[in-house]
């Protein structure tokens, strides 16, 4: 991080990721995943946030349970010396606020103790937030005028050590954090200390995630009804009469996609278009790109090719399959220093072909405009398209992926074209070390609704990066392709899915439009 280069030794950030929601990571926290060296986080870290860690990036999860304790705090202070003492900008990344009930101060302390530069970052708190997603404000003029956060947690011989009286007196909003196994307790506590029984109250679940739920009773009758809908950690109980506007304000599972987790495998540089519709429309989004391109650089077969073309008197055409195909082509002329004038040049205007609206987009945007786009987006059908449109003996000359699709080529050949294939850019497959587990749990669970495909190769990447590998241990969490239901782009990408036996629906046209169309008919709640 530029903001530390003078100093030797490295420096801990103590930073807040939030109550779940993604959305909800402050700008300083967003931009610390991106820079810090290695980052140490939480069980209560969501999926949706670790995604955003670039994949090669360093981490350490200290809330992995070895048997059945967390790693002991102390271990983690040791931890944070240590890393920053190798010369390490270091996250320590915790849920909500590091203060509020985090431990953030005593990690601290052992920082200042080892003369560790620090800073902290505060982070919305669940406390505040979860209320807020289940659509109760923890303060209303009408209603009460102070809110209260206490711990629930149970000390080691079983009681609490929370003075009840004081608490009924102040007649505020309780928000109890931590308190789901001692909830009886905590109810009862406060009906002998003189609460009223019909006074509401709320336990709300997952807050601010996909998978939150809220239970609304009174404190007589909130321990119950928990019970009975299964209500586990992590959860918040919530004392008051503010408790009763859940009823009417509710919102967050209203929304279109509200209660909807998507995973997403389309590599990052045209992935967020995608995110942002499924978000707007109320939906929790990971982002797991299962393949990355890298350009050819320098491409001199590209260089070869267009200098050939130049000097080719008839019919030419120029085919682009991909909008990163397109960004990829335009930045190769600029490091090959060649001239669009130069390349388009010649005795015909050059005629200019793109397999479907995204890629011709792409193209106009450079001031290029298609003469050809199939009516259906695929390669087989730009083929025959190209195949029909072109005068016999034309030049096809096709600037795409190293691996592009086979069905493009033959229709081509067959009609006697001189076709010329160069590769622009690879698609590699990315993997996701410290997701793997984390996504293999939610797919079993079924708490991952569905994962979309926009290419077969993103299909392959996700096997690969979650699929085990040999060596592994054998207790580590199993992948089973058929819980995932996938929603395919196009035919070719719903027979690579079907291919690994997952269940697949496909949009009506191969268009991001077309995809986010069909998620809406399928997981809509109010269409
Ligand atoms: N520092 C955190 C709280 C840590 S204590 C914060 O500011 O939010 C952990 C407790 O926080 C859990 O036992 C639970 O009571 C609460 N909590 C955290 N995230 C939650 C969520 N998404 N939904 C409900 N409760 C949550």
Redesign the pocket.
Known sequence: MEYNNKLEKGKVWLA?AG??DEMLLTLKTAELIDRADVIVYDA?ISAEILSRIPSDKETINVGKHAGNHPVPQEEISRILVREAEKGKNVLRL?????????R?GEELEQLVQAGIPFEAVP?????V??PAYAGIPVTHRDYTSSFHVI???ARKDGTLHIDFESLVKLDGTLV?????SSMEMILNGLMDAGMDPDMPAAV??????AD?RRVTATVGTLKGEADRAGIG?????LVGRVCSLAEQLHWAEDRILGGRRFLLTRPRQNMSALAGRLRELGAQVIEMPAIRTEPISPNETLKEALEQFQREEGERWLVFTSSIGVSVFFEQLAELKLDIRDVLCGRARVRISAIGSATGKALASRGLFPDLVPEVYNAGELGKSLAHTAAPGSRILIVRAEKGSEELIPPLLEAGLEVEDVPLYRTCYETHPFLRDRICTMLRRGEIDGVTFTSASTVHGLVRALEKKEGDSPAREAFDPERIRALCIGRQTAQAAEGYGMRTVTAREASIDALVEMIVEIYSKNI
Do not use: C
């Open positions: 807040g109550p779940g209560l915790k849920g909500g606020d590091p203060f509020v009930f985090g953030g982070g919305i708190t669940s406390s937030a979860v711990t629930g947690h109890f954090l931590m308190g789901v709300l679940e997952w807050g601010t995630t939150q950690t992590p959860a918040i109980i």
